[in-house]
């Protein structure tokens, strides 16, 4: 599976997928740190990725643009790079599980 991790969560996550065997990107790796919302999606829809973000802004696009990119919306707030894996690493099979049912938007909290 293929992910795009967005600015507000760590550049670790996408290593750390990686390493679970999917593939991954940081925005921050892509030089899109800064870029806005919509060029996120967009870079969603041409790789094709699933967003990962804390951000609802992504979910109010896949409302307005229900054919575009899948969401792992994060919903726990700030926390250490060490427990965000560990979030991941619980819910992974959960997740995975899911985006291959078809599912459009996944919560994690």
Do not use: C, Y
């Amino acid at each position: 599976m293929r992910f795009l991790i967005d600015a507000q969560l760590p550049p670790g996550l996408a290593r750390w997928l990686v390493g679970q065997g999917h593939t991954a990107e940081h925005v921050f790796d892509l030089g899109l740190g800064r870029a806005n919302d919509r060029t996120v999606w967009t870079r969603a829809i041409a790789d094709p990725a699933v967003i990962i973000t804390k951000d609802e802004d992504f979910v109010v696009l896949q409302q307005m643009e229900p054919e575009g990119p899948a969401i792992v919306w994060v919903r726990f707030g700030n926390t250490s790079r060490k427990d965000v894996i560990a979030r991941f690493d619980a819910a992974l099979p959960e997740v995975i599980a899911g985006l291959q049912r078809g599912e459009r938007l996944i919560e994690l909290d």
